[in-house]
């Protein structure tokens, strides 16, 4: 059989002044040699999907708090086959189908791997970044497996202490992170009211476990809409934990919507993505803001939960959570949707789409 030796990959030359800039004038296709020359602890991957992700937008301008200096391939998340090992790895069969640990390779690590992303042909790895696929996952699942759910574990648990029995609130719950989000707490025994803008991509939050869905009104026109759905949908007590990856005006709606002594969990600001200047210029010229009255008089717990820093501050709090997420992937327990695939040379289709907010779930690109 005749081995491929010539692909592709996406580079990023520069870092945009947002991420649009970036994609359209700063990020290109160019072909691409499988890797020689590996070091000892090296794993090629033959990536056979790529997640499409909102950190990869928002990196590619460097208004991520991780910033990596151009060039490099995007592709935070990627499962492939192994094509090639160094010569100290001596337990990855040729072929195998794995998934490879964000944490470890690609973009959002620190390590000597950071510019080999998943948008490409082939990625190198280091040895102790692949992860068998678990469970009966396809290619595309796998790699929507580990961030979006060590997000969801991260804030609603090891943060929000989200207990069987409690009532959450997950904005933003047709997106990835929030899907997931969905899931763990399902799978923790909580009712999961989810809150998003499209009635129709709302269908897919129900079916993936949530108990009510509620189409989130404009907080311009109607800044007690949410509230007042929500209060209905609780007798009036309002809800334990507001999960809030969005930000914006609707952060402040949500917070009208919790119980006395309840928990926000600030997990994102999707929907202020420029909070930071680009360019890789950073700061925080637009910083978002919460009011104080209502945490006061709520008397609430308001809990930053960045996943990734409270990992590098302290590598052990992942071990239980990632076990989990693994374990429920392999009982088929939890399964990632998505709902969009594109090919690698349609790659700025396929991040325009997940910027403009038309994924349910996850996106990936096939190299």
Partial sequence: MKTTTQGHRVVLRQLGEDPIDALENHMELIPMAMPTGLGPDDVVIAVKAAAVGWVDLIMASGQYQHTVAPP???????????????????????????????????????????REGGFATWAIAPAAAIIPIP???????????????????HCLISRGRLRAGETVLILGASGATGLAAVEVAKRTGARVIAVGRDAGRLESVKAAGADETVVMPD???????????????????????????????????????????GRFLIVGWASTPFVADGGG???????????????????????????????????????????????????????PR?????????????????????????????P
């Fill in 338 to 366: 998505v709902s969009h695939t594109f090919e690698l040379k349609s790659f700025k289709e396929a991040m325009r789409l997940k910027w403009a907010g038309g994924v349910t779930g996850g996106c990936v690109v096939i």
């Fill in 72 to 114: 490099y391939t995007p592709g935070l998340e990627y499962a492939g086959t192994v094509a090639a090992v160094g010569a100290a790895v001596h337990n990855l069969a040729l072929g195998a189908p794995v998934l490879v640990d964000g944490f470890l390779a690609g973009p959002r690590s620190s390590g000597a791997h950071q």
């Fill in 135 to 153: 469970g009966d996952l396809s290619f595309s699942e796998a790699c929507n497996r580990l961030g979006n759910y060590e997000t969801a574990w």
């Fill in 281 to 335: 210029r950073r700061g925080a010229p637009n910083v978002n803001v919460l009011p104080t009255n209502i945490m006061m008089m709520k008397g609430l717990d308001v809990l930053g939960c960045p996943t990734v820093i409270a990992t590098q501050q302290d590598p052990s709090i992942r071990a239980e959570r990632l076990g989990t997420i693994l374990a429920w992937a392999a009982e088929g327990a939890i399964r």
């Fill in 219 to 261: 907080p311009a026109t109607n800044p007690r809409g949410l509230r007042d759905a929500v209060k209905a949908l609780t007798d009036g007590r309002g809800v334990d934990v507001v999960y809030d990856g969005v930000g914006g005006p609707i952060s402040e709606s949500a917070m009208r919507c919790l119980c006395f002594g």
